[in-house]
């Protein structure tokens, strides 16, 4: 059963459809730090971690990963942040409209704004400045899943690291962020050029492809919403 199996092995999933946000500005801290559940001012460069986003009611849109990116040239602080396919697109415009403004955060105070604006990009549909941007995801669950990968060249990875470097010379991100305590759970961004080739190299070097039904299994046995 591969629910079982999960919690010992190296499971690729394909998950090219989760949506791959980039949430950068000089207010792009600030932002972060207000519109999610977890404490996203002490996230360091380098890291991640998972959170809730709530509607004005307190009800969650998503709940999703955050990876905190190195400054950009310009000094301009940088996340991505993961979500869940169903919810991209309003996720997109909760996020876009409170950047802006347009949107009634706090039903008690209209006045009240969340600090902005930031640049939001979708990484896997906009057109962007830089098309080399792009990125797709792949997912790794099981205890075998850090070996797979420094089997391809990457180092040990403690829970919510982020790591930018080549799996067998395909360049990718990889952060380490399970469901709960005791799971391991690896995301892998890559170029869609070369999602192909690193799904390839993931099986060449142990890891077993398997549907998308263990990613709703998974988050079902860690409590997150459907």
Same mark, same amino acid.
């Given at each position: 059963d591969a629910r079982t199996d999960a919690r010992s092995d190296a499971l690729l999933?394909?998950?090219?459809?989760?949506?791959?946000? $980039?949430?950068? +500005?000089?207010?792009? !801290?600030s932002f972060m730090q207000q519109v999610s559940t977890n404490n996203i001012a002490l996230l360091a460069p380098g890291h991640a971690q998972r959170a809730f986003i709530l509607d004005k009611e307190g009800s969650v849109l998503d709940d999703v990963t955050i990876l905190r990116l190195e400054k950009d040239d310009r000094g301009r602080d940088c996340y991505l942040m993961l979500t869940n396919p169903q919810n991209t697109t309003r996720l997109k415009s909760w996020l876009r409209g409170l950047s802006d403004g347009y949107i009634l955060f706090d039903n008690d105070d209209i006045f009240r704004k969340v600090e902005g604006p930031v640049v939001i990009e979708d990484l896997g549909e906009d057109e962007l400045e830089d098309p080399s941007a792009r990125v797709l995801s792949l997912s790794l669950a099981g205890a075998g899943g850090p070996e797979v990968l420094q089997e391809m060249g990457a180092p040990q990875l403690d829970e919510g690291m982020?790591?930018? +470097?080549? @799996?067998? +010379?395909?360049?990718?991100s990889v952060a380490r962020i399970g469901y709960g305590a005791k799971d391991i759970h690896l995301e892998l961004l890559v170029h869609p050029?070369?999602?192909? !080739? @690193?799904?390839? $190299?993931?099986?060449?070097? +142990?890891?077993v492809p398997h549907d998308a039904q263990l990613r709703q299994s998974l988050r079902t046995k860690a409590g997150l919403p459907n």
């Open positions: 999933l394909n998950t090219t459809d989760t949506g791959v946000l $980039r949430i950068s +500005g000089w207010r792009a !801290k982020v790591w930018h +470097g080549e @799996l067998s +010379g395909v360049p990718v050029n070369q999602v192909e !080739k @690193l799904w390839t $190299r993931l099986i060449e070097a +142990g890891a």
